[in-house]
T-cell receptor, first 115, second 115 residues
């Protein structure tokens, strides 16, 4: 497809379970970003990838959160032992290059609900 | 560190009226500036960006914004709004010097266009 693809679009899980969220960036985009959007906190940066490495993980809220990117393409965000405060929309974005000023293209997000 | 303040959480306006959505930022270094729009259950779409040069920036859907360095503002304007402009609008910055271009967002302004 032409845009950033995220799956699943919705995920409902029980507290304490692990979840994996997937992001397929635009082909050829070297930079990939994860953001979280919640009612209380707004839009927050989580982590950024340049190729397969993550130079900036400063936004990950706890060690229950991790992410990886393979082949310079698909990325997976994993949340272990989910808590109710993890309920949010998780947005992925990609850009052609990693330098600031590059426009970021966003997917439609994964809406995560923790029961 | 950077921060972004969107001065109005909600802006109701009648169709064909002009609108201004206000954004102020704080940063100790030079920044790039962006406006994104989010329609319900969708990701963010870039409206316009300011990187350098002319302080008046034109974007998609008839929107424009003016960068004012002395007032650290980047207000978004449209001379005549349509019902279809109803959405949430986010102002964002990224640092010149922060490798990776992560975006720092404001809290968003909900624009509601009424017939």
């Amino acid at each position: 497809g032409a845009g950033v693809s995220q799956s699943p679009s919705n995920k409902v899980t029980e507290k304490g379970k692990d979840v994996e969220l997937r992001c397929d960036p635009i082909s050829g985009h070297t930079a990939l970003y994860w953001y979280r959007q919640s009612l209380g906190q707004g839009l927050e940066f989580l982590i950024y990838f340049q190729g397969n490495s993550a130079p900036d993980k400063s936004g990950l809220p706890s060690d229950r959160f991790s992410a990886e990117r393979t082949g310079g393409s698909v990325s997976t965000l994993t949340i272990q032992r989910t808590q109710q405060e993890d309920s949010a929309v998780y947005l992925c974005a990609s850009s052609l290059e990693w330098q600031g000023g590059q426009p970021q293209h966003f997917g439609d997000g994964t809406r995560l609900s923790i029961l | 560190a950077q921060s972004v303040t969107q001065l109005d959480s909600q802006v109701p306006v009648f169709e064909e009226a002009p609108v201004e959505l206000r954004c102020n930022y704080s940063s100790s270094v030079s920044v790039y500036l962006f406006w994104y729009v989010q329609y319900p259950n969708q990701g963010l779409q870039l409206l316009l960006k300011y990187l350098s040069g002319s302080t008046l920036v034109k974007g998609i859907n008839g929107f424009e914004a003016e960068f004012n360095k002395s007032q650290t503002s980047f207000h978004l304007r449209k001379p005549s709004v349509h019902i279809s402009d109803t959405a949430e609008y986010f102002c964002a910055v990224s640092s010149f010097y922060n490798q990776g271009g992560k975006l720092i967002f404001g809290q968003g302004t909900e624009l509601s266009v009424k017939p």
